[in-house]
């Protein structure tokens, strides 16, 4: 017995789970009130935390113990029966759990308990975090999961699930098939991805696409984790599905609106070029129109700055687009070292700004500083509202024009003085004819004592004197009997340099240079003559002190569209320059008007230029000046070249006279002193004179003395014109030479004088004898 005793007490001893016998203590009633430990195990302390347990009361030690455990004891005591139950004491803060049962007496009750309370901490905590899991699961937005990783069964879902989903979530929790076949065709291959990865203990992130049974399509985010054991191994796979389909729309709204802003800014962007192309295209060509304008244009800004220029202003300008634009216009080029002209090409510019078009004539330099006439303007460009844009300056030479014009003016002015002056000096010169006829034949006869001839000779110098000056207005006129003939100038030339430098003095050199080869050309010589010889004197009177006069004479073609005075055409240009003291612009301007004259009253007649301008007028050619104050002066004179050939034995003109008998001349003039002059002349030239007064008693004449070596007429009579006598007497003698005097020079005769035109070598000896 003692053996068995101290086996049992040695187990008791060594036993690890706390072992303790108590006695209860009941009240009136039979409930339990109290419990005393009386034998306790060694391990009883560590179990329960009570130092020296044996015959204490429960009540000492812990007052508040809950009256579960006194009911309990108190009915294994009471009944007999034994109890295993876990319970907590709060007093003592403890779990355990705990086998109880009777031992022999009514109040004795065996206890063999394990303290519990760490198990049940345990336990108790993952509860507590379990129920805030699924506390925070019911309450998220985003569709939480969680699912058993061997068999992929779906332990949990949160109620997101329905709402993102749209099915309810009890279905599949039970099929967890269902769960494919939410995934969109297109991402079922990305949404089944994420499994095997989960399971081998990775962390997925995924997006997919989920077909809702209603249809709608939605766009979710799925975080799946592995949920490990102890061990490592992954009992279980967590998920957190988030609706991503507002954030999807909103993006691809923003993707949508991003590639139309893109698309739209390439449109932008395609229409911006076109549209520059457009206008380069446009700009291409009013450039061209602005660069082949025949005016000067430039863009100017109201400020006067220059913006464009067009070609035709910088070649005008000689000056390249940098040297003027974004520089004041009013110091381009053509106003270049003209402070007077800038100023007032500035104020033009300064009221165009102001609003005003502004037209004007300006001089400027052009090309080769050559002075050119520019019809000027300043048109302002306003823009909306009335703000100024742009100033268009606009420029034309008109240097031409306002030559031509100038050219044309004098033409006429010519024209109409040499119609007056051609009036007045034919019934002049009708008058003087018998005048001097008088006076010659008074002087010839001898008549009156010496002091009667010597007053006769004077009338006779003035009357002659008279007669020259009417000879040059009639040249101005143009309506001087002229013969042009084949001339060669170099010996009409030659023939009165002598001449000239006798005339012009000793302090005057007379420089002669004649091209070698000249045509001969178109003129009257003795007129020629009496031009060069007028040249020469004004050449003299401008050089007081002396210089040189140069006499020069060349070849001059004229083409088409040429600027020449000339008409289109062959010439022989003399030139007369003298080394003098030049004329100013006025006076060149008027120098060849008659009676022009600054050498005051009896020096100058005026008449010198006109006669001059006359002759090479009537001749066909032209009549140039040109000088300036102080520079001398050249004067050109254009005559044209003779189509005939020169005759040979034109020195007659310079042949020394001789009296001769000529033979007869009928001379018909019903003017008895004109009559009577003409037939002294025709005496004292060596002719036997038959003197009648009309056309009618000439024919008679004939009649009864024969024909005449020569006729000389006057034409207008009465009766019978010298004209009709002339051909009546031609028409029996073809070869009878005429001489027709008239004083009306446009009186031409209606027919012809010679039906057959007379011999070369009789109108050769007639040229000659009359010119004599
Ligand atoms: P006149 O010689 O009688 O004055 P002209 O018709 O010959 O008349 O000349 C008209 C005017 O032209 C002259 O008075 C003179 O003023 C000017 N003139 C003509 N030739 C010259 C010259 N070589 N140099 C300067 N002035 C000239
Ligand atoms: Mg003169």
């Not at 005051?600 to 000088?627: C, E, K, P, W, Y």
């Not at 005097?741 to 000659?768: D, H, K, L, N």
């Amino acid at each position: 017995m003692r053996d068995a005793q101290e086996r049992y007490l040695a187990l008791f001893n060594a036993i690890d789970q706390g072992f303790c016998t108590i006695e209860l203590a009941f009240d009136e009633q039979g409930t339990a009130i109290d419990y005393r430990f009386l034998e306790v195990s060694p391990s009883f302390e560590r179990q329960t935390g009570i130092a020296d347990g044996a015959g204490r009361w429960m009540r000492e030690i812990a007052p508040d113990q809950n009256q579960f455990w006194f009911d309990t004891y108190g009915r294994v005591a009471q009944t007999g029966e034994p109890a295993h139950f876990e319970s907590f004491s709060t007093p003592l803060d403890r779990w355990w759990d705990v086998y109880a049962f009777p031992i022999s007496g009514e109040r004795r009750v065996a206890l063999l308990f394990r303290d519990i309370s760490s198990q049940k901490r345990a336990s108790e905590q993952l509860r507590e975090s379990e129920a805030r899991f699924r506390e925070f699961g019911e309450a998220a937005s985003d569709a939480l999961r969680i699912a058993d990783a061997k068999t992929g069964h779906l332990e949990y879902l949160s109620p997101a699930f329905e709402r993102i989903w749209g099915e309810p979530r009890a279905r599949v929790l039970r099929d967890i098939g269902r769960w494919a076949e939410f995934l969109h065709p297109d991402d079922r291959e990305t949404g089944l991805s994420g499994m095997p990865r989960l399971l081998a203990g990775e962390r997925v992130t995924n997006e997919y696409r989920i077909v809702r049974p209603d249809g709608e399509v939605r766009w979710i985010l799925d975080v799946g984790f592995p949920v490990l054991d102890h061990s490592g191994r992954v009992v279980r796979v967590a998920g957190i599905a988030q609706d991503l389909t507002e954030r999807r729309v909103a993006e691809e709204a923003l993707r949508k609106s991003e590639q139309r802003l893109r698309e739209l800014n390439a449109t932008l962007e395609r229409r911006v070029a076109e549209r520059t192309a457009e206008l380069s295209e446009s700009e291409r060509r009013f450039r061209g129109i602005f660069d082949s304008a025949l005016q000067f244009m430039a863009l100017l800004t109201p400020t006067g700055t220059v913006v464009e220029v067009n070609r035709t202003a910088l070649a005008w300008s000689e000056i390249t687009t940098d040297e003027i634009v974004g520089k004041p216009f009013w110091l381009a080029a053509p106003m270049r070292d003209d402070p007077a002209l800038q100023a007032s090409i500035q104020a033009c510019v300064e009221r165009a700004a102001a609003g005003e078009t502004v037209r004007e004539e300006h001089e400027m330099r052009g090309a080769g500083d050559a002075r050119a006439i520019i019809d000027f303007s300043v048109k302002p460009v306003p823009g909306e509202g009335g703000k100024m844009l742009w100033l268009v300056a606009e420029g034309r030479d008109i240097t031409e024009l306002k030559q031509a014009q100038e050219a044309l003016r004098q033409a006429q002015k010519m024209e109409s003085m040499g119609q007056l002056t051609g009036g007045v000096a034919h019934d002049f010169n009708d008058l003087l004819t018998p005048i001097i006829g008088s006076l010659d034949m008074s002087v010839r006869r001898g008549v009156g004592n010496d002091r009667e001839r010597r007053l006769v000779a004077g009338a006779l110098q003035s009357a002659e004197r008279a007669k020259t000056l009417v000879q040059r207005l009639l040249a101005f006129a143009r309506r001087q009997p002229l013969q042009p003939t084949p001339v060669d100038l170099h010996t009409v030339i030659d023939g009165l340099a002598g001449l000239i430098e006798s005339t012009l003095g000793p302090h005057i050199t007379v420089n002669v240079r004649l091209a070698a080869e000249l045509p001969p050309v178109s003129a009257d010589p003795n007129q020629l003559e009496m031009a060069l010889l007028n040249l020469a004197v004004n050449a003299r009177d401008a050089m007081p002190e002396g210089g040189v006069l140069t006499i020069e004479a060349r070849r001059e073609s004229v083409g088409t569209g040429q600027r020449s005075p000339l008409r289109q055409g062959h010439y022989v240009l003399i030139r007369v320059s003298d080394t003098g003291v030049g004329m100013d612009k006025a006076t060149v301007a008027r120098a060849v008007e008659p009676f022009f004259s600054t050498k005051g009253i009896g020096r100058g007649t005026g008449l010198g230029l006109s006669m001059v301008h006359g002759l090479a007028a009537q001749l066909g050619g032209g009549l140039t000046i040109d000088s300036a104050p102080g520079r001398g002066t050249t004067v050109e004179l254009g005559l044209p070249v003779s189509l005939a050939p020169i005759e040979a034995a034109e020195s007659a003109a310079t042949a020394p006279h001789e009296r001769r008998e000529r033979g007869t001349a009928l001379l018909v003039d019903d003017e008895e002193l004109v009559r009577m002059s003409t037939a002294d002349m025709l005496m004292d030239l060596g002719f036997e004179v038959i003197e009648t007064r009309s056309a009618e008693d000439s024919l008679r004449m004939v009649e009864q003395r024969g024909m005449p070596d020569v006729l000389v007429t006057d034409h207008l009579m009465p009766g019978m014109t010298g004209a009709d006598l002339a051909r009546t007497l031609r028409a029996k003698a073809a070869d009878l030479p005429v001489l027709i005097v008239s004083g009306y020079a446009e009186a031409t005769a209606s027919r012809p004088i010679c039906r057959a035109s007379p011999s070369r070598s009789a109108m050769r000896s007639w040229r000659r004898r009359s010119r004599r």
